[in-house]
């Protein structure tokens, strides 16, 4: 089934995901809130030297499953998942601040928007999606919306093939409300040998953001059959 998907952020890997999702034929919207960068990136002049990205993002374009604005808000009312690829003021290596992360989830909550998942690909400091969780569950009252790590751990170029081929997927969660719908988002990327792993909001965001003997020293991911019964929730 084809879900309606926004990407806020079109830096590399944004596009990257934008572009990998609308060619499983999901709709999708990408976010960047400036003019000049969004008409740069739509004449490909922004991509850098991923000719593979490049063509395909022309693909998606001509077959109209991606498209481009630079207002989140008609986007964010038609969505069904939310990718947060890029923190606004840290698109490049940094590492988001409380108080960015904060803005960001202002943002998400200032629209009467319909999506049910928002997954962080972006690079946050661990408990970002934790706090992320807890200001929509205070601000989005009587919806329930579930926030999601999402450690894409891409190189460059290249990352198109990674994303859609990838061996394994690395969700970080607290509970399994989301389940069903990211089931349904990456229906079409599980081969024989992908498996979907599920760990903590925490163990998601320390593969994202480390390196070196730090990154080995997060706990291996258990991987889980799709058809697998529901996790329970966590209690807070």
């Known amino acids: 089934m084809a879900m ?16 990998g999702l609308a060619q499983k034929g999901h709709a999708v919207t990408t976010v960047d809130p400036n003019p000049g960068r969004a008409r740069q990136i739509l004449r490909g002049r922004a991509i850098g030297d991923d000719t593979e990205l ?30 947060l690829a890029s923190i606004p003021g840290y698109e ?55 926030v999601v790590a999402f ?15 990838p061996e394994r997927i690395v969700l970080g969660s607290d509970n399994d ?14 081969v024989e040998n992908t498996s979907l792993c599920l760990v903590s909001w925490e163990s998601a965001e320390m593969l994202k953001t480390s390196s070196g003997a730090l990154a080995s020293s997060v706990p291996p991911p258990v991987s889980v059959p799709r058809n697998s019964p529901p996790i329970p929730q966590r209690t807070r």
């Open 177 to 190: 409300g989301s389940r069903h719908l990211l089931d349904e988002l990456f229906s079409g990327f599980v």
């Open 54 to 83: 490049l063509t395909q993002f022309g693909v998606v374009l001509r077959e109209g499953n991606l498209r481009f604005t630079t207002k989140p808000e008609t986007s964010l009312t038609e969505a069904d998942i939310v990718v």
């Open 92 to 146: 490049n290596e940094g590492i988001a601040d409380r108080a960015a992360i904060l803005r960001t989830a202002e943002g998400l909550t200032g629209t009467m928007g319909s999506f049910k998942v928002v997954l962080v690909a972006a690079k946050v400091p661990v408990g970002s999606c934790r706090l992320l969780q807890e200001w929509i569950d205070d601000s989005m009252y009587g919806s329930t919306v579930s």
């Open 151 to 165: 450690p894409t751990l891409f190189s460059r170029p290249g990352a198109l093939g990674e994303f859609l081929q």
């Open 4 to 19: 309606h998907t926004t990407v806020l952020g079109s830096n590399y890997e944004g596009l990257t995901i934008a572009v």
